[in-house]
C-alpha cells in the first residue's frame, strides 16, 4: 500500500476526544453562501439566550465587519470576537460536551453577527475595530453608544425610503427609531447599551424575550480622543 493510500486510511479513523458532530468549518469567515441559515437563528436563540449587553455588543462590532474584510483579517477579528463574549459573559453549562456546546455557541454568534451586519454594512465606524476592543470601558461605551445611534439612524432612513416609494400607503412615517428593527431580526432592547449604563428591573425571561431596562441618551462620539500614545 502506497504511503498516500496510508494516510488517506489513517486520516479517516477518528481520534479519542474527536466530537461525535459535524464539526461547523466556517466558524472563522465572514462570508455566507447560504442564507437559509440565518432561519436558525429563533431556535438557537432560544437554547443561548443573551443579556441586552452581549446583544448591544454584537450589533456594534457588525459594524467591523467590512474593515475586516478590506484588511483581510477575517481569523482575527471573529477570534477577538468569540474571546471577547466568552470573556465577559461566559457560558454556565459545563459537562462533557463543553467544547461542542461552544462551538455551536460560535455558530450562533457569527450569524446573529452577520444578520445585524446586513443593516449595518453603510456604516463606517471612526476608528479601527482594535481600538474600539481596547477603548476603556468609558470610551468603549460612548463608541458602542455611537454605532447603535447611527444604526438606528440607517433603519428609520431606510423605512422612510420605503414608505416614500410606496404610493399607496396611507399612514405616516413614525420616526420612532424602532419602525424597522424587523430588518436587522433584533429587537429595540437589543440596540441598548452595555453592563454600565444597562439598569434591570429583574423582570427578564429565561425564554430569550427581552427584558425591561432603560438606557442614557447616547452622547456625542465628537468627545472621544484617540491618539498613538493613549493606550
Not at 481569523?75 to 468569540?82: C, I, K, S, T, V
Not at 453577527?113 to 481600538?131: G, S, Y
Not at 427581552?210 to 493613549?230: C, F, W
Request: aromatic content about 10%; overall charge negative; charged content about 30%.
Amino acid at each position: 500500500m502506497s504511503r498516500a493510500n496510508n494516510g488517506a486510511v489513517l486520516g479517516s479513523f477518528g481520534r479519542i476526544g474527536d466530537p461525535q458532530f459535524p464539526w461547523p468549518h466556517d466558524l472563522y469567515s465572514l462570508e455566507i453562501t447560504d442564507r437559509s441559515k440565518f432561519e436558525e437563528l429563533e431556535r438557537m436563540g432560544r437554547r443561548f439566550v443573551m443579556k441586552p449587553s452581549e446583544r448591544a455588543f454584537v450589533v456594534a462590532m457588525s459594524c467591523f465587519v467590512n474593515q475586516a474584510k478590506r484588511e483581510r483579517r477575517e481569523e482575527a477579528f471573529l477570534g477577538q470576537f468569540y474571546g471577547r463574549v466568552f470573556a465577559k459573559w461566559p457560558e454556565p453549562y459545563m459537562g462533557e460536551k463543553f467544547h461542542i456546546y461552544q462551538a455551536e455557541r460560535r455558530t450562533y454568534l457569527r450569524l446573529r453577527l452577520l444578520k445585524c451586519h446586513d443593516t449595518a454594512h453603510r456604516i463606517e465606524p471612526p476608528c479601527d475595530w482594535e481600538v474600539f476592543l481596547a477603548l476603556p470601558d468609558l470610551e468603549h461605551r460612548i463608541m458602542l453608544d455611537y454605532l447603535i445611534e447611527k444604526g438606528r439612524e440607517d433603519m428609520r432612513e431606510l423605512g422612510n425610503r420605503i414608505m416614500a416609494r410606496d404610493a399607496t400607503a396611507s399612514a405616516p412615517v413614525v420616526d420612532n427609531g424602532n419602525e424597522f428593527s424587523d430588518l436587522t431580526g433584533l429587537d429595540d432592547e437589543s440596540m441598548e447599551g452595555t453592563d454600565d449604563d444597562i439598569t434591570e428591573d429583574g423582570s427578564g425571561s429565561e425564554d430569550g424575550r427581552s427584558d425591561i431596562v432603560s438606557i442614557s441618551r447616547p452622547r456625542s462620539p465628537s468627545v472621544i480622543v484617540i491618539s498613538d500614545d493613549e493606550n
